[in-house]
């Protein structure tokens, strides 16, 4: 495995845990901040019912991380350290039809790999704390729901806050994590584009099933937003339907606004590198009525990283942002290769 894929990988498995962990212990990210109170018999905090020998696996998606594009993580708490006092837990991400291990020493406290948090947070208070940005409502248990999921179907606790749309996790009290999430980054206009979000896919006692790996081709049409939100990104089609190396590939383009609405008037530019090796790399491209073509030619077999940027529309540039989408894309061998 080569090392930027495991290094992308390591940092995904910590968000996602940091992720999770900020809205139910206020430790990290400055998501919340922390309450003491006097519901302690009924505190929620990450790792409650865990046991020894028992698998999670969670569909993620986070913003930032793969261009929020979803990816499979299983974690397998196999043991507990009681010397150190952390949970020893193979991990597995699948992305792509690609499989990634590694192993995970988590924190008896919250699970995270740099557990400080104490007892948790009541599912019965009437506010857990504010959004570390100006505006939004508290953060709070917003009653019950019941949630179902690949799973399985669970009865939740709602935590709940508004920040220009509403975000809410699904609490199982008996449950190490959350059910399911969906929360959306802070903006100050258009829509929000997902933070983090996730479904617990599947559980159980035993080493969970060893994931296959899959050579998955990535088929279009592909949808990315923008870092910031402001834009989506759609490589629509791509002629011939297979990207083979050395034979020119026409990609179809179309630039939406945060409402998916279609844009007019983009000057664009678009850099595709295979490794070190950059395929194409052009600037001041314009789609007049929102679409554009770009043809290229790629090298050699194997992925492709293709940057689409938007600098401007109507004339005016994006500024000092970059509002760009990243494509992973493959290059097949030519036929008799």
Known sequence: MAKSTTSIFSKSILLSL?????VLTGNALNYVGFIKNAYAANNYYLGNGVQADSYYTYKIQDHDTVQGQPFLMTI?????????????????VVYQGKVYNGTLHLSDLD?????????????????????AAIGGSAVAPGGSAKVTVPAGTFDTTVITWHYGVDNNIYVNPTMPYPIQAQTYAATTGGTP?????????????????????????????????????????????????????GKPTQFGLLFKNSQQSVLNDVTYSVKATQGNTTAADVHDQHAA??????????????????????????????????ESATFNLVAAPASGK
């Open 289 to 322: 009525d929102g679409t554009g073509i770009q043809t290229i030619t790629f090298p050699k077999p194997g992925p492709i990283s293709m940057v689409i940027s938007v600098d401007g529309v109507g004339g005016v540039p994006s500024g000092e942002f970059v």
């Open 18 to 22: 940091i992720l999770i962990s900020a």
């Open 76 to 92: 397998y708490f196999k043991q507990f350290n009681s010397t150190g006092k952390y949970w020893i837990a193979p991990t597995t």
């Open 193 to 245: 584009p997902t933070q983090y979000a996730f479904d617990l896919e599947a559980t159980g006692h035993g080493q969970p099933p060893v994931p296959k790996g899959q050579n998955l081709v990535p088929t279009p049409p592909i949808t990315i937003q923008t870092a910031r939100g402001t834009y989506f990104i759609e490589i629509v089609a791509w002629q011939p339907s297979t990207i083979t190396a």
């Open 111 to 131: 699970l995270t790999p740099l557990g400080s948090s104490k007892p948790g947070l009541s599912l019965t208070a009437p506010y857990w704390g504010k959004i």
